[in-house]
């Protein structure tokens, strides 16, 4: 094990190669310790959803935002 910073680095054989860059590390009771990568694709679901708005929805979004109330001003205290 060797040190970067504060952190602790740990090597991981070739055959246990991780193909994200991305992975939460916990631990159980017994003070084992568990990685789980996360999926590359992760949020795939939100975008694909997003994609399905139509024009005129964003339009309104768009709009709505245009149209807020400018902030009051207000003296200092």
């Known amino acids: ?11 991981i054989p070739a055959e246990f190669r991780l193909g994200t860059d991305r992975v939460p590390i916990s631990r159980t009771p017994e003070g084992d310790l568990l990685i789980h990568p ?16 139509d024009a005129d929805f964003v339009e309104a ?7 807020k109330m400018p902030g009051q001003e207000r003296d200092a205290l």
């Not at 094990?1 to 090597?11: E, H, I, L, W, Y």
């Not at 979004?61 to 149209?67: G, R, T, V, Y």
Request: aromatic share 0%.
């Open 1 to 11: 094990m060797s040190r970067d910073g504060n952190s602790q680095a740990v090597r």
């Open 38 to 53: 996360c999926p590359s694709q992760r949020g795939q679901a939100l975008l694909q959803a997003l994609s399905g708005l």
């Open 61 to 67: 979004l768009e709009q709505q935002q245009a149209d």
